[in-house]
């Protein structure tokens, strides 16, 4: 992928920490130019000094994915500074309350599908906008295993990880001859502070990291490096024909 990337210029939404930050970082070391978005401004311009470092260029544009005028914005904003944009990650999303169905609030249902549904489906419509007006480009939308298979307690952050492999799928069929390939990454229990922060609600915070690792077949919780490189994958050339598929990264989780 040796300068493949370069003169490139990459959207990664919740870019301000976890799997984002990591990606985001990736991009820019790929030779890409990359826009963080986020809700957290301090987060996310640390995240695009780090970028710089790489030699690479890169802008904050806060955003909550939820709004429709301030993904609007986003893709604008990308296109007034870079004058295109070829890929996206939309990774944006939050995890909910850690309860029975019955014990979750219509309050946390709603917010989970703001975020994670409505915010992904903004997000690839405004992109997928700019990419047929240039001719194309790749979409890899952060879905989880909880997209794939049913995680107790979980019940509305699964449905609406489910509702991400429903649009990537259909969305791929849609733009598949227009120049667009559109995929799903599948993390499976990564080291992010949301993650952590479930694992508290299950048990000791102090051996929360532990507990996680016994639920992973290759005994470890996954890097957010792992992840940001796999997307960097799809979106390359390498993956040239790639599209409407997931791709799971979870170290044997949903093979048990």
Not at 62 to 79: G, I, M, N
Not at 187 to 197: A, E, K, S, V, Y
Not at 221 to 235: D, Q
Request: charged letters at 20%.
């Amino acid at each position: 992928m040796a300068g493949e990337f370069d003169g490139k210029v990459a959207i990664v939404t919740g870019g301000n920490s976890g799997i984002g930050k990591a990606t985001a970082i990736a991009f820019g070391k790929a030779g890409a130019k990359v826009v963080v978005a986020a809700r957290r401004d301090s987060e996310g311009e640390e995240t695009v000094n780090l970028i710089k470092q790489t030699g690479s260029e890169a802008l904050f544009v806060k955003t909550d994915v939820a709004q429709v005028s301030e993904v609007e914005s986003l893709v604008s904003k990308t296109v007034e500074t870079y004058g295109r944009l070829d890929f996206a990650f939309n990774n944006a999303g939050i995890l909910g309350g850690n309860a029975a169905l019955h014990e979750q609030s219509l309050e946390q249902f709603d917010q989970l599908m703001a975020v994670n549904v409505r915010g992904l489906f903004l997000c690839m419509k405004y992109e997928i906008v700019q990419m047929l007006r240039t001719g194309g480009g790749v979409i890899v939308n952060n879905s989880s295993v909880g997209g794939l298979v049913a995680v107790p307690h979980l019940g509305p952050y699964d449905a609406s990880k489910h509702a991400v492999m429903g649009l990537t799928k259909s969305a791929a069929l849609d733009y598949a001859k227009l120049g667009i390939r559109i995929n799903a990454v599948n993390p499976g229990l990564i080291d992010t502070d949301m993650t952590i922060r479930f694992a508290e609600t299950m048990g000791d915070p102090e051996t929360a990291s532990q507990q996680l690792a016994t639920m992973v077949p290759m005994g470890r919780v996954g890097k957010p490096e792992e992840i940001a490189s796999t997307v960097v994958f799809l979106c390359s050339e390498a993956a040239s024909y790639i599209t409407g598929q997931s791709l799971v990264v979870d170290g044997g989780y949903v093979a048990t």
